[in-house]
């Protein structure tokens, strides 16, 4: 079972790009989160988002201007970027868990993975 993430690509600085994850109904779960990873570098956590949606979390770095929401009846989660900058550019992946709210931040607590979206951002 894997999510699908797709939206990514090649945008300026300064740009914008949505990201998409569709999920199956079975691991369209409670939780879902965006993280990235760039070359040579861990998996690092950017958001998260709870069941109903009200709930969302961010990381320092991209607090303002990113921005995570899903649609549960279309079993998609959204990842919009605004402003985005050279150091963002990175392979993009959706991920969901069950569970509680502790260890959002944890890649290892996510139980499905997308297949990532390559985001590049030139200066």
């Known amino acids: 079972v894997q999510l699908q993430a797709s939206g990514g690509g090649l945008v300026q600085a300064g740009g914008s790009l949505r990201l998409s994850c569709a999920a199956p109904?079975?691991?369209?779960?409670?939780?879902m989160a965006w993280f990235r990873q760039a070359p040579g570098k861990g998996r690092e956590w950017l958001a998260a988002i709870s069941w109903s949606g009200y709930s969302t979390w961010y990381q320092d770095s991209v607090k303002g201007r990113f921005a995570i929401s899903r649609d549960n009846a279309l079993n998609t989660v959204y990842l919009q970027m605004n402003n985005l900058k050279p150091e963002d550019t990175a392979l993009y992946y959706c991920a969901a868990r069950q569970g509680g709210s502790r260890g959002l931040s944890s890649a290892q607590s996510y139980d499905y993975w997308g297949q990532g979206t390559q985001v590049t951002v030139s200066s």
């Open positions: 109904g079975s691991t369209f779960s409670t939780y």
